[in-house]
T-cell receptor, first 115, second 110 residues
Framework: NAGVMQNPRHLVRRRGQEARLRCSPM?????VYWYRQLPEEGLKFMVY????????ESGMPKERFSAEFPKEGPSILRIQQVVRGDSAAYFC?????????????FGPGTRLTVT | ELKVEQNPLFLSMQEGKNYTIYCNYS?????LYWYRQDPGKSLESLFV?????AVKQEGRLMASLDTKARLSTLHITAAVHDLSATYFC??????????FGAGTRLTVKP
């Protein structure tokens, strides 16, 4: 059973470009979470999604950031018009169910560098 | 606003010594998780604590949860170099929606 997959692992964008980060959850997992980690800091929650639904987006910046988890295919975190402050590691996690104390399983992360 | 506070944030230990990392949180929750992160790597699940009084042990690490005090501890016994990493606690605020502490960066010196 493959783990959580993220791609790309490293992404370099110039200021003003768009960044698309992909996350394929573990097989059988229907819940996806995105986190951002700045260098030397902890994980900041961004968004929690189920298939075709956003459950909690309280951690998402109001502008330029969006996320989706379509019925088919991976979850996508999209950052429009990137700025230097967006440089960070973005981790995706998945879990099988929302109730019952299932921990989240993390992907390897996408390290975004904005030049 | 929910707060998940870990202390210490930085911990330097000698091999063979014992120490405890603390995780305090400000909301009602009966589920707490501990993760380990090595530099440049992803997060690895260590413990899942699902009820008040839960205690789990794996090797030199032991985690406990006191939901009434809103406190979890991660105890390190006879530290070894391989335990050097950053340790995060995460509080389940509702239905597996988690919030993380800032992390405790542990360095174990020979």
């Amino acid at each position: 059973n493959a783990g959580v997959m993220q791609n790309p692992r490293h992404l370099v964008r110039r200021r003003g470009q768009e960044a698309r980060l992909r996350c394929s959850p573990m097989k059988g997992h229907s819940h996806v979470y995105w986190y951002r980690q700045l260098p030397e800091e902890g994980l900041k929650f961004m968004v929690y999604l189920q298939k075709e639904n956003i459950i909690d987006e309280s951690g998402m910046p109001k502008e330029r950031f969006s996320a989706e988890f379509p019925k088919e295919g991976p979850s996508i975190l999209r950052i429009q018009q990137v700025v230097r402050g967006d440089s960070a590691a973005y981790f995706c996690a998945s879990s099988p169910l929302s109730v019952g104390g299932y921990e989240q399983y993390f992907g390897p992360g996408t390290r975004l560098t904005v030049t | 606003e929910l707060k998940v506070e870990q202390n210490p944030l930085f911990l330097s230990m000698q091999e063979g010594k014992n120490y405890t990392i603390y995780c305090n949180y400000s909301t009602t929750s009966d589920r707490l998780y501990w993760y380990r992160q090595d530099p440049g790597k992803s997060l690895e699940s260590l413990f899942v604590l699902l009820s008040n009084g839960a205690v789990k042990q794996e090797g030199r690490l032991m985690a406990s949860l006191d939901t009434k005090a809103r406190l979890s501890t991660l105890h390190i016994t006879a530290a070894v170099h391989d335990l050097s990493a950053t340790y995060f606690c995460a509080v389940d605020i509702r239905n597996n929606d988690m919030r993380f502490g800032a992390g405790t960066r542990l360095t174990v010196k020979p």
